[in-house]
Nanobody, 126 residues
């Protein structure tokens, strides 16, 4: 079992940077691929970025590639999402998720992830 708690959301202006963190509990955290998803207002949840347990593989949605960076520190049971050059269309509730099946390539569908945090709101003003 894994519990996930996101933090770091807030309000920022377009072009700024913002960092999100996801603290995980559970002894097997460092074996799970981890991902960030987001759900914009009135839209479905969508993939943002993912990282495998050894940090040897990452994946990004085209809409954030080159602007966002996912990272993890297994010793701290924490996953991060660094968001640079944010845009109003990045406004969403951001969720951290864990995939209990460490497979490659990294998975990008919400239903493929077993554990979820409660989400943190990110609002980007124009």
């Amino acid at each position: 079992q894994v519990q996930l708690v996101e933090s770091g959301g807030g309000w920022v202006e377009a072009g700024a940077s913002l960092g999100l963190s996801c603290a995980a509990s559970g002894r097997t955290f460092n074996r799970y691929p981890m991902a960030w998803f987001r759900q914009p207002p009135g839209k479905e949840r969508e993939f943002v970025a993912a990282i495998n347990w050894s940090v040897s593989s990452t994946a990004y949605a085209e809409s954030v590639k080159g602007r966002f960076t996912i990272a993890r520190e297994n010793a701290k049971n924490t996953v991060y999402l660094e968001m640079n050059s944010v845009k109003p269309e990045d406004t969403a509730v951001y969720y951290c998720a864990a995939d209990a099946h460490p497979v490659l390539p990294l998975r990008v569908k919400p239903y493929e992830y077993e554990y979820w945090g409660q989400g943190t709101q990110v609002t980007v003003s124009s």
